[in-house]
């Protein structure tokens, strides 16, 4: 299996930072790539896909990049909406790993 | 707006097998891939496996010997059984549409927590 590694596992932050949590893969996966935003009692949510593509409807200050093993979801202007877990998963094999999630909280 | 809804017992006996069903509304079942899910009490997530409408499926090595998917296209629904039960299979259990490359899920339902205990 893939294991898939983020980091931080938890970050305090404001409203209005930026923030940037990161994922690793254990081997390359070119672009297949999705992350989600978690809240609490909630199904996830897809917010972006191929590493970089936002999910329809995802606002623009969310946004992601890399490629291979690593990648990195940013929040340009952290927004009270976005205080939630967060999870990479990888998509380029069986079975579909997620990382342990990344929980953004209010600094 | 494409809607899941898990249904199922949320307490089984360790041994015995844990049955759920996702009932899919607002869009065909056809023509795409639909998988489940789980999530222990605050831990990450874990995927179990998916089928096609065809029936087609693909399990998570690490559960294929307890699991069976199926599907019902005139009903809308597909299906999830594991069998064998212990304290360990307790969790959030979600069932969720593929897309993209199939191998992601952009619809998901609510879940439906089942716990194992006798």
């Known amino acids: 299996d893939i294991q898939m590694t983020q980091s931080p596992s938890s970050v305090s932050a404001s409203v209005g930072d930026r923030v940037t949590i990161t994922c690793r893969a254990s081997?390359?996966?070119?672009?297949?790539l999705a992350w989600y935003q978690q809240k609490p009692g909630k199904a996830p949510k897809l917010l972006i896909y191929?590493?970089?593509s936002l999910q329809s409807g995802v606002p623009s200050r969310f946004s992601g990049s890399g490629s291979g093993t690593d990648f990195t979801l940013t929040i340009s202007s952290l927004q009270p909406e976005d205080f939630a877990t967060y999870y990479c998963?990888?998509?380029?094999?069986?079975?579909?790993?997620f990382g342990q999630g990344t929980k953004v909280e209010i600094k | 707006q494409v809607q899941l809804q898990e249904s199922g017992p949320g307490l089984v006996k360790p041994s015995e097998t844990l049955s759920l069903t996702c009932t899919v509304s607002?869009?065909?079942?056809?023509?795409?891939?639909w998988s489940w899910i789980r999530q222990p009490a605050g831990k990450g997530l874990e995927w179990i496996g998916r089928?096609?409408?065809?029936?087609?499926?693909n399990y998570n090595p690490s559960l294929k010997s307890r699991v069976t998917m199926s599907v019902d296209t005139s009903k809308n629904q597909f299906s999830l059984k594991l069998s064998s039960v212990t304290a360990a299979d307790t969790a959030v259990y979600y069932c969720?549409?593929?897309?993209?490359?199939?191998?992601?899920?952009?619809?998901w339902g609510q879940g439906t927590l089942v716990t194992v205990s006798s």
């Open positions: 969720a549409r593929g897309a993209w490359n199939d191998f992601i899920f952009d619809y």
């Open positions: 607002g869009g065909s079942i056809s023509s795409y891939y």
């Open positions: 089928i096609y409408t065809s029936g087609s499926t």
């Open positions: 081997q390359g996966i070119s672009s297949w």
């Open positions: 191929a590493a970089s």
């Open positions: 998963q990888q998509a380029n094999s069986f079975p579909q790993t």
